[in-house]
């Protein structure tokens, strides 16, 4: 069955830092590219991170940049997002996603969507 | 502001048909990117539920459909039932400075 698995969220003060896990299985993670997408309370979907099978493209939303690192160890089968300098405006679930991209130069090619989501881990930014 | 704009909400009743728009400009879906749309159902994680503007995953009725023009996309339920009541969310690609992937700020389903 293919399945991911997040875990690390929790409560932190702002200004802090977490690092969420995605644990991914039932598929071969090294051939895909992975996503993280949030979602606060209440709210839609904001996408936050991605990164290329290989690790060589590494994209950030315009909010996170500078404070978020995505990584992977495909040897591990896992997806990693390093959270530091959090807000209380970080406040969400956050789910790491397969995805299905492609880089050729400058062209990004989003084909596929974003087709199995884990279940989501909720961090929480509040003093 | 979301990229992507859909409708806060849609309503419809058993059996019937609804659609849900999601407007985008010349940097996304206007740029020719696909379009994808997700199903939240309340308290889940997100869905895939359409891709690449009309394909439908293994698994998904083919009462669910897309269709794309010009800047906008579609997404059709026909045969409204109960268990369709969520969340839908569209997503594409977007070139501009601030772009990457995008969503829709989402519609909201009431079956009634």
């Known amino acids: 069955e293919v399945q991911m698995v997040e875990s690390g969220g929790g409560l932190v003060k702002p200004g802090g830092s977490l690092r969420l896990s995605c644990a991914a299985s039932?598929?071969?993670?090294?051939?895909?590219?992975m996503t993280w997408v949030r979602q606060a309370p209440g709210k839609g979907l904001e996408w936050v991170s991605s990164?290329?099978?290989?690790?060589?493209?590494?994209y950030y939303t315009d909010s996170v940049r500078g404070r978020f690192t995505i990584s992977r160890d495909n040897a591990k089968n896992s997806l990693y997002l390093q959270m530091n300098s959090l807000r209380a405006e970080d406040t969400a679930v956050y789910y790491c996603a397969r995805s299905n991209f492609g880089v050729v130069g400058s062209y990004i090619s989003d084909n596929y969507g974003m087709d199995v989501w884990g279940q989501g881990t909720t961090v929480t930014v509040s003093s | 502001q979301p990229v992507l704009t859909q409708p806060p909400s849609v309503s419809g009743a058993p059996g019937q048909r609804v659609t849900f728009s999601c407007t985008g400009s010349r940097s996304n879906i206007g740029a020719a990117y696909d379009v994808h749309w997700y199903q939240q159902l309340p308290g889940t994680a997100p869905k895939l539920l359409i891709y690449d503007t009309t394909n439908r995953p293994s698994g998904v009725p083919d009462r669910f459909s897309g269709s794309k023009s010009g800047t906008s996309a579609s997404l059709a339920i026909t045969g409204l039932q109960a268990e369709d009541e969520a969340d839908y969310y569209c997503q594409s690609y977007d070139t501009s400075l601030s772009g990457y992937w995008v969503f829709g700020g989402g519609t909201k389903l009431t079956v009634v």
């Open positions: 039932g598929f071969t993670f090294s051939t895909y590219s």
């Open positions: 990164i290329s099978s290989s690790s060589n493209y590494i």
